[in-house]
């Protein structure tokens, strides 16, 4: 029977860590991280970069010297992409990094109104 116990916790092990690294939490509606998010550190983190779990205070030494992507924060952490977005989330709401959200892709122009205004355009400056 111990041993049904033992293969029981191996298997969730590797489980564990990640749940203790965002201390339970999981990612709030209002932080949404794409794979290009660029984040950097605050100037006045690393003070408060002292009382950090040792996985945030890794994100903060990379974020430190400029702005790296989440996909890349994750890569160099090794850690899976939702606990680096959970950690970005908890150092957003310390005020600790700064985000720079990816630019929205531009909406397709309606081809009637572009072409009505360069009508207009022509009629007015003569060309």
């Known amino acids: 029977m111990s041993d049904e116990a033992d293969q029981a916790l191996e298997l969730t092990t590797p489980l564990v860590p990640l749940f203790v690294i965002t201390n339970g939490r999981a ?3 209002d932080h949404e991280y794409e794979h290009t998010t660029l984040v950097t550190a605050a100037e006045d ?4 970069a002292r009382t950090l779990t040792p996985e945030a205070s890794q994100v903060m030494d990379l974020v430190t010297d400029g702005f790296l992507s989440v996909a ?3 890569g160099h952490t090794h850690l899976p992409l939702g606990i680096v977005r959970i950690l970005l989330a908890q150092l957003e709401e310390s005020d600790l990094i700064l985000v720079r959200r990816p630019i929205p892709r531009a909406e397709r122009v309606d081809r009637e109104l572009v072409s009505a205004v360069l009508e207009g355009l022509k009629n007015r400056f003569g060309a």
Do not use: G, I, K, Q
């Not at 983190?45 to 408060?48: L, P, V």
């Open 45 to 48: 983190a690393s003070t408060a």
């Open 72 to 74: 890349e924060v994750a």
């Open 27 to 29: 990612l709030p509606p």
